[in-house]
């Protein structure tokens, strides 16, 4: 399945309740303030639940944050978040 | 070819959600996916009501919104009981409730939550846009 | 409607602060009352709407526990509660207002993964 996650690592709960109902064969995308949990020492904790992470550019962007994504982590635009929408289902979102 | 029907739970502005569902709009009828219905939730009913100005960057939410609904035939659906109760009134409304003028945007519906699981229903793809 | 799918409304936050808890409640409704195959997935804070003796007169709302009631009369059944949300949260089934199965959380992200629809309020 794919899982949304909009809000921020620092101070929401969404991507720490999201973690713990994903597995391996997930998806998780970052988009809107969900972005920032693409950075510094955050992908560790997601890596360790699915290795498909995947970060929304056009957000990344905005914030300024494109080059400082972990390599392991995949930026895709708004035609590759409709695509994932395709590929995979159900879609839960986590805000 | 998908079908898609998307919730929009935050109010413009206050919130990325219609934004984000809007951008995510336009990205699904480009690659040639069908939308068959946005329905406008909790705060989200704010995003149908008329009397919004434009910002400097660009079209007043509802009005977006409108084009995109006549251009490739989207339903627009705002929550009836979600609307009511945050001031987003259709004319019928207003008359019943002597409220004067309504301001639900043209282009828009009022109506339940059966229009949502309908949309449900008939979808290949189901997407909310969360506060 | 002839097409039943299974739709799962997931409840994440607690009752009355906020009117998503009573905006999920009212989706399952819906859902059931279209003949859906609903499924209630209480997570996180969504398992306070599950404590019984709700009184929230006083703050001048209704009581979200007299709807859950009403949930037999449209066949609503499928009721879930994750098993750390409540333990941390120190509840136990005997807190609960009515009848939930408890869950870990890999048996509730397989159910998750089941569903054609996922609405998380």
């Known amino acids: 399945m794919l899982h949304i996650v909009n809000k921020s690592p620092h101070g929401n709960p969404a991507l720490r309740d999201c973690l713990r109902f994903c597995d391996r064969n997930d998806v998780l995308l970052l988009i809107e303030d969900g972005v920032y949990a693409a950075i510094g020492e955050h992908p560790e904790s997601l890596l360790a639940v699915t290795p498909n992470i995947r970060v929304l550019s056009e957000d990344l962007n905005a914030r300024g944050l494109l080059g400082r994504i972990d390599s392991r982590v995949t930026a895709v635009d708004y035609a590759g978040f409709v695509q994932l929408c395709c590929e995979h289902h159900p879609i839960q979102s986590w805000f | ?131 | 409607m002839s097409t039943s799918k299974q739709i799962a409304i997931v409840f994440r936050q607690p009752p009355y602060g906020s009117s998503f808890a009573r905006e999920a409640l009212d989706t399952a409704m819906a859902a059931a009352a279209f003949d859906q195959k609903v499924s209630l997935v209480f997570i996180g804070d969504g398992v306070w709407q599950l404590i019984a003796n709700q009184q929230p007169q006083a703050i001048g709302q209704r009581s979200l526990e007299k709807q859950l009631a009403t949930l037999p009369l449209y066949d609503v059944d499928r009721l879930y509660a994750d098993a750390a949300a409540l333990s941390q949260r120190g509840l136990h089934t005997g807190d609960l207002s009515l009848p939930v199965e408890v869950l870990d959380s890999d048996a509730i992200a397989t159910l998750l993964k089941q569903q054609d629809v996922v609405l998380s309020f």
Not at chain 2, 15 to 24: K, L, R
Not at chain 2, 63 to 70: E, G, V
Request: with cysteine; aromatic share 8%; charged share 15%.
């Open chain 2, 1 to 131: 070819m998908s079908t898609f029907a998307l919730l929009v739970l935050g109010a413009p502005h206050s919130t990325s959600a219609e934004q984000s569902a809007w951008h995510f709009s336009q990205a699904l009828l480009a690659a040639g996916h069908r939308l068959f219905r946005v329905f406008f939730f909790h705060d989200g009913v704010q995003c149908g009501n008329a009397l919004q100005l434009p910002t400097a960057a660009g079209t007043a939410v509802p009005i977006r919104w409108q084009q995109l609904a006549r251009d490739h035939h989207v339903d627009l659906v705002v929550c009836v009981a979600s609307a009511l109760k945050r001031g987003v009134v259709n004319a019928e409304e207003a008359e019943r409730h002597q409220l004067g003028a309504g301001n639900l945007a043209e282009g828009f519906d009022l109506s339940g939550l059966g229009q949502w699981i309908e949309a449900c229903i008939l979808a290949d793809r189901v997407v909310t846009f969360g506060p």
